[in-house]
T-cell receptor, first 115, second 114 residues
Framework: NAGVTQTPKFQVLKTGQSMTLQCAQD?????MSWYRQDPGMGLRLIHY???????DQGEVPNGYNVSRSTTEDFPLRLLSAAPSQTSVYFC??????????????FGPGTRLTVL | AQTVTQSQPEMSVQEAETVTLSCTYDTSENNYYLFWYKQPPSRQMILVIRQEAYKQQNATENRFSVNFQKAAKSFSLKISDSQLGDTAMYFCAFMIGATNKLIFGTGTLLAVQP
């Protein structure tokens, strides 16, 4: 199993550009989510999905879109990048939490800089 | 709203010694889970230990143990016999019931000195 993969690892954008951060998992997890990590603020939930075709907003959804057309993929779209979106982005996946032993698996992260 | 507070931005410990990282949380829920994640310089998020709120017994995983004080809403992490590989950012996290949504603290940067 490759686990949770994210591409790209690094990206530099100019203000106003658009891009898609890719996230894929091969563990047949129903639940997938996106977090952003900013210095001094920990990780904050952007969007999440409990299955194909179902998405919802997290704590900081503004400026981001998501869709979930397959179980495996959960891309995060920035339609018009802003400097405030400079951050490290993590994708995570897990089974819908049914047991205390369930674990969320995190991808390696994407460092995004918006100039 | 639920919040997680880590009041120690940075800590340092000598190799082989014991260190305790603090975490407090605020919630009115009864059914929740608490976690400690480790983030080494590689940036990978690694689950260290978890605690179910309904369990009174403190969780342990090898050199890592927690002190869970439910009434005080405190969830500290104790690392025994610290090793150089323990150098990392440590995040305390909280999850209500089976929501899968994690709420993170701001992290504690731990440096293990040789």
């Amino acid at each position: 199993n490759a686990g949770v993969t994210q591409t790209p690892k690094f990206q530099v954008l100019k203000t106003g550009q658009s891009m898609t951060l890719q996230c894929a998992q091969d563990m047949n997890h129903e639940y997938m989510s996106w977090y952003r990590q900013d210095p001094g603020m920990g990780l904050r939930l952007i969007h999440y999905s409990v299955g194909a075709g179902i998405t919802d907003q997290g704590e900081v959804p503004n400026g981001y879109n998501v869709s979930r057309s397959t179980t495996e993929d959960f891309p995060l779209r920035l339609l018009s990048a802003a400097p405030s979106q400079t951050s490290v982005y993590f994708c995570a996946s897990s089974y819908v939490f049914t047991a205390s032993t369930d674990t969320q698996y995190f991808g390696p992260g994407t460092r995004l800089t918006v100039l | 709203a639920q919040t997680v507070t880590q009041s120690q931005p940075e800590m340092s410990v000598q190799e082989a010694e014991t260190v305790t990282l603090s975490c407090t949380y605020d919630t009115s829920e009864n059914n929740y889970y608490l976690f400690w994640y480790k983030q080494p310089p590689s940036r990978q998020m690694i689950l260290v230990i978890r605690q179910e709120a309904y369990k009174q017994q403190n969780a342990t995983e090898n050199r890592f143990s927690v002190n869970f004080q439910k009434a005080a809403k405190s969830f500290s992490l104790k690392i025994s016999d610290s090793q150089l590989g323990d150098t990392a950012m440590y995040f305390c996290a909280f999850m209500i019931g089976a929501t899968n949504k994690l709420i993170f603290g701001t992290g504690t940067l731990l440096a293990v000195q040789p």
